[in-house]
Nanobody, 119 residues
Framework: QVQLVESGGGLVQAGESLRLSCAAS????????MGWYRQAPGMQRDLVAT???????YYSDSVKGRFTISRDNAKNTIYLQMNSLKTEDTAVYYC?????????????WGQGTQVTVSS
């Protein structure tokens, strides 16, 4: 079973940048869709951005133009570059890898990394 480990979270001021990383214990080529979600206190977990095996990307309206998702197949890692951070971006960020076919079909989650943006 693949393990996902996020890193790169922290405390920054509004307007600053952070880059999150999510490293997989196996090849990310085994997954069809990879993405980032976030969950603020008392809120549901929301989709932030995804990237497919073919390289297509999706961004939620709230982060479009500020965040960039990318991947490095050689390092089995995906990234989320977050620029122009806002206080409302404060949340725990989770990476999620989805495999659509068996064996191993399903969603795989990381443990989360805290991002706090102060005003």
């Amino acid at each position: 079973q693949v393990q996902l480990v996020e890193s790169g979270g922290g405390l920054v001021q509004a307007g600053e940048s952070l880059r999150l990383s999510c490293a997989a214990s196996g090849s990310i080529n085994n997954f069809n869709i990879m993405g980032w979600y976030r969950q603020a206190p008392g809120m549901q977990r929301d989709l932030v951005a995804t990237i497919t095996n073919g390289g297509s990307t999706y961004y939620s309206d709230s982060v479009k133009g500020r965040f960039t998702i990318s991947r490095d197949n050689a390092k089995n890692t995906i990234y989320l570059q977050m620029n122009s951070l806002k206080t409302e971006d404060t949340a725990v960020y989770y990476c999620c890898f989805r495999r659509l076919v068996a064996p191993g079909r399903g969603d795989y989650w990381g443990q989360g990394t805290q991002v706090t943006v102060s005003s």
